[in-house]
């Protein structure tokens, strides 16, 4: 089967290049080729290294540039225009089924669906319009917001498959789209990633890392990787940190984030003293693995709000994959697979809470390092990694019935 993948992605976003393309790949040994329609605003250059990493994984690449005078009007008027490039595009390559991910490409594609049966699926991601009210400032009573819900909406109801990353958001956009939306419809897909580069590492490999930062074989290594901003609670972090150190001075707390300056400006205003304890950087993707194979716990702290139940944190699959224990928010997605010996979930970052996970990282974590890696390892291997994201999303298509 073909099948055509509309996205819309910003110049700094590589969630094409280091999530899908991984999936896509292996889902042709099971007969689905894929062809990327995607919409963005980035250079030439980023566009031709898209272009090149879609070759590369056996897809076809076609670059939509969006309209970005008066950016909210440009948007929807790009989106507006856009069903004459899903047209040509499914017209080119002879699709069988056209894969939409989130609003506004799902817009595009509904307006081409106009009066055919072509089946859809609609990859909801998470639910990134109520993102835009938590975090954007948004409101929900405006013309652009009730506007978008609407097209949500009316994607879940024409979609054959309906693809989401948490059983969360199952309930929720099955409520907004109404009676009759079947229940089977839905399918919960992962944000996997190649076990094979996030892995458990080995003992030296773990050795020579923290020789890098200049720190002891043994010392605790806390680890951060991803976006920074208010939501990610970076304070908490610090906290959490401190409250470590005064147990191990050795202790040392990794940050690997594409703005590294915003940690870096915060520790020193938050406590310089904790400043030798800390190491900020930014590292190439493929890079990451080897700096959390050599680390101990990792963080993903996340503000619990309403849009925050239909994501998939993908840090969580990383560190897991990599053997280390977590300390995630509670009701940040699904995190049923979290239990005791796989890591520590908050429910807010107060002193108490905050006191309560340094305890438990240093008397029950770290005494019994190697059995935590170990049973993080197969946790992240049964829920994060490659093969169970390729398996859920081939079910979803295979739910599908195309005419032939």
């Known amino acids: 089967m073909n099948v055509l993948f509309v996205t819309w992605d910003g110049p700094q976003v590589?969630?094409?290049?280091?999530?899908?393309?991984?999936?896509?790949?292996?889902?042709?040994?099971?007969?689905?080729?894929?062809?990327?329609?995607?919409?963005?605003w980035s250079s030439a250059e980023v566009t031709d290294q898209r272009r090149k990493e879609c070759e590369n994984s056996g897809c076809t690449y076609t670059y939509v540039p969006v309209i970005r005078r008066h950016v909210a009007l440009g948007g929807l008027v790009t989106s507006l225009l856009g069903a004459r490039q899903v047209s040509k595009a499914i017209e080119e390559h002879d699709i069988d089924i056209i894969m939409a991910r989130s609003t506004l490409p799902a817009l595009s594609t509904l307006l081409y669906l106009r009066g055919r049966k072509t089946p859809f699926v609609f990859d909801a991601d998470g639910l990134p319009l109520d993102e835009r009210v938590d975090f954007a400032g948004q409101s929900p009573s405006s013309l652009v917001y009730r506007l978008l819900r609407d097209i949500e909406a009316q994607a879940?109801?024409?979609?054959?498959?309906?693809?989401?990353?948490?059983?969360?958001?199952?309930?929720?956009?099955?409520?907004?789209?109404?009676?009759?939306?079947?229940?089977?419809?839905?399918?919960?897909?992962?944000?996997?990633?190649?076990?094979?580069?996030?892995?458990?590492?080995?003992?030296?490999?773990?050795?020579?890392?923290?020789?890098?930062?200049?720190?002891?074989?043994?010392?605790?290594?806390?680890?951060?990787?991803?976006?920074?901003?208010?939501?990610?609670?970076?304070?908490?972090?610090?906290?959490?940190?401190?409250?470590?150190?005064?147990?191990?001075?050795?202790?040392?707390?990794?940050?690997?984030?594409?703005?590294?300056?915003?940690?870096?400006?915060?520790?020193?205003?938050?406590?310089?003293?904790?400043?030798?304890?800390?190491?900020?950087?930014?590292?190439?993707?493929?890079?990451?693995?080897?700096?959390?194979?050599?680390?101990?716990?990792?963080?993903?702290?996340?503000?619990?709000?309403?849009?925050?139940?239909?994501?998939?944190?993908?840090?969580?699959?990383?560190?897991?994959?990599?053997?280390?224990?977590?300390?995630?928010?509670?009701?940040?997605?699904d995190s049923h697979f979290i239990d005791e010996n796989s890591g520590f979930l908050v429910n807010g970052c107060d002193a108490d809470t905050l006191a309560s996970v340094a305890d438990w990282f240093i008397h029950k974590v770290l005494p019994a390092r190697e059995d935590y890696r170990t049973h993080c390892r197969s946790v992240g291997v049964e829920h994060f990694s490659l093969e169970s994201s390729v398996e859920a999303y081939r079910k979803a298509l295979l739910s599908i019935q195309v005419e032939p």
């Open 14 to 40: 590589s969630y094409l290049e280091s999530l899908f393309l991984p999936i896509f790949k292996q889902l042709q040994y099971f007969g689905f080729h894929f062809h990327i329609l995607q919409f963005s």
């Open 156 to 333: 879940v109801r024409r979609a054959d498959a309906v693809l989401t990353r948490s059983r969360k958001a199952v309930s929720i956009l099955q409520a907004r789209a109404g009676a009759g939306t079947a229940d089977d419809r839905f399918h919960v897909v992962s944000n996997g990633r190649d076990s094979a580069l996030f892995s458990s590492g080995e003992a030296d490999d773990r050795i020579a890392v923290k020789e890098r930062l200049g720190i002891p074989a043994d010392a605790p290594l806390v680890v951060y990787a991803g976006s920074l901003g208010p939501q990610y609670a970076p304070e908490a972090m610090l906290s959490l940190f401190g409250l470590i150190r005064e147990s191990r001075l050795d202790a040392h707390f990794l940050v690997l984030s594409g703005s590294p300056e915003v940690m870096s400006d915060l520790v020193s205003a938050y406590d310089s003293s904790l400043a030798t304890g800390v190491t900020v950087m930014r590292v190439d993707a493929n890079e990451v693995p080897q700096w959390l194979v050599a680390s101990d716990l990792g963080l993903a702290f996340r503000e619990p709000t309403f849009s925050m139940q239909g994501v998939a944190p993908i840090k969580l699959g990383e560190y897991l994959l990599c053997g280390l224990p977590v300390v995630a928010t509670r009701g940040v997605g």
